[in-house]
């Protein structure tokens, strides 16, 4: 299943505590959490570009699967990373302390991301 295409942030869970954990600034925190933000996927093979724009802020990771690559995280980290896939609709990544999880079905993106025991979820539709 390809990835490809723009989708919308529908709901989300445990963003400000997750955030909080992120060591994000309480003040980003306030600021983000009822922003709609956008993701635009764009698949070429193996090769991926992950845009989301959450606001102003506009962040962008790009990865081959199976290759090492550098990642920003959400709260502006750069980190070391490698993407799997598993199956034709589920990337997972590993980010130092961080994994998270993309998964598509349909015209739905549930990405969840796991810092220790704490999970953040993040549900978007296709636009």
Do not use: C, H, W
């Not at 933000?37 to 991926?48: A, D, W």
């Not at 990337?91 to 130092?96: E, F, G, T």
């Not at 961080?98 to 999970?119: A, H, P």
Request: proline share 2%; net charge neutral; aromatic share 6%.
């Amino acid at each position: 299943m390809s990835f490809n295409g723009k989708f919308e942030l529908q709901s989300q869970e445990n963003f400000e505590p997750f955030m909080r954990a992120l060591g994000l600034p309480e003040e980003l925190i306030e600021k983000g959490k009822d922003v709609k933000s956008i993701t635009e996927f764009v698949q070429n093979g193996n090769k991926f570009k992950v845009t989301v724009t959450t606001g102003s802020k506009v962040l962008t990771n790009e990865f081959t699967l199976g290759e090492d690559t550098e990642m920003e995280t959400p709260a502006g980290k750069k980190v070391k990373a490698v993407v799997q896939m598993e199956g034709d609709n589920k990337l997972i990544a590993k980010m130092n302390e961080i994994t998270s999880i993309t998964e598509i079905n349909g015209d739905i993106i549930t990405n969840t991301m796991t810092l220790g025991d704490m999970k953040y979820k993040r549900i978007s539709k296709r636009i």
